[in-house]
């Protein structure tokens, strides 16, 4: 039996046990985790609760469970070598990272071995120690903190990138920006290519390719707006380069026109949310992210005026005002 204790965060705040226990660990069903829960294998600050308890910041869930076989092809973990601290879920397919700002996500020039994959190396399928990017399906850029999944088998990465490729995956971002979007929520369709004049850059251009990109604003203060982008295509950098084509650049992106003085460690965008199906199990796999410790910097921007209830849409159930509160950002309705 393995034994699990975590520590339910503020976007976690007032989910049903049952379906948090299924987000956390998508590989079991939730019918699997109910059972669990009324067998006692599932306790909230030490007592038990029902299946539909509603969990609340702080609250320590301890978890027992059988452990899973490790599969074929998967090199042993080797147990002097913790997980790094970013990691948070993994199984025999996949392992899902909280990206922290500041690390590359494959090899590159500069990068060539203090990349995010390097970390991973221990736990990836050796079938792959000769590809420069092993079990990466989609990427975050340097500065972009937030979710990214893993494949740690050649067939969890084809599933993984063709249900990328199907716009099966879903992936939500907040976004700080300059000034006020109009409309306040819209859909940003224009083609992505490198820009002609620098080559480091991305850019709107005729010959680019199809991007598309879902925004709503969230909140509001003078002069800066909070954004939920929801990506339908995955070009290099479109999110930075949509907003700035729209005249609202990324606060803290230095490249694409957002310095601001606030903001200094970089963009502030953050990958919070991600959905996905498991290539094994079939289940539905949801994570939220919570923002990195350099995002309460947006208290220098003053008091808040929410526009929209929700962070990632209803279906992650992150409440806008929590969302704000727990980076200690004061707001009004």
């Not at 939730?30 to 029902?50: M, P, S, T």
């Not at 620098?198 to 969230?218: F, S």
């Not at 994570?287 to 003053?302: I, M, N, R």
């Amino acid at each position: 039996m393995e034994k699990f204790r975590v520590v339910v965060t503020a976007e976690e705040e007032g989910q049903r046990l049952d379906r948090w226990l299924t987000s956390r660990w998508p590989d079991h069903s939730r019918a699997f985790w109910q059972r669990q829960i009324l067998d006692g294998q599932v306790l909230v600050n030490g007592r038990r609760e029902k299946a539909g308890y509603l969990i609340k910041a702080g609250q320590e869930i301890t978890v027992q469970c059988q452990a899973r076989p490790q599969a074929q092809g998967v090199p042993d973990e080797d147990a002097t070598r913790p997980w790094p601290k970013w990691v948070v879920f993994h199984d025999d397919a996949i392992i899902v990272v909280n990206k922290p700002r500041g690390l590359v996500v494959h090899p590159a020039a500069g990068h060539w071995d203090d990349s995010l994959v390097h970390q991973l190396r221990p736990w990836l399928s050796p079938s792959d120690a000769e590809d420069m990017r092993p079990g990466i399906v989609h990427r975050l850029d340097r500065d972009t903190s937030g979710l990214l999944v893993v494949a740690r088998q050649e067939t969890a990465k084809m599933r993984l990138s063709r249900a990328i490729q199907d716009r099966l995956v879903t992936r939500r971002y907040v976004a700080v920006v300059r000034g006020h979007l109009d409309p306040l929520r819209g859909t940003i369709d224009a083609p992505v290519g490198r820009d002609p004049r620098q080559r480091i850059k991305m850019a709107v251009v005729q010959n680019g390719r199809p991007a598309r990109t879902h925004y709503e604003t969230l909140a509001i203060w003078p002069g800066a707006s909070l954004i939920g982008c929801t990506l339908e295509t995955g070009r290099t950098h479109q999110i930075r380069v949509h907003l700035n084509a729209m005249g609202h650049p990324v606060l803290g992106d230095a490249l694409y026109g957002g310095r601001h003085p606030a903001f200094t460690h970089g963009q502030m965008l953050h990958a919070g949310f991600l959905s996905f199906v498991h290539p094994e199990t079939g289940s539905r796999c949801r994570f939220v992210a919570a923002a990195p410790e350099d995002w309460q910097s947006l208290k220098t921007l003053g008091t808040a005026t929410i526009i929209a209830p929700w962070v990632y849409g209803e279906e992650a159930q992150v409440r806008t005002d929590q969302w704000l509160s727990f980076l200690g950002v004061a707001f009004s309705a």
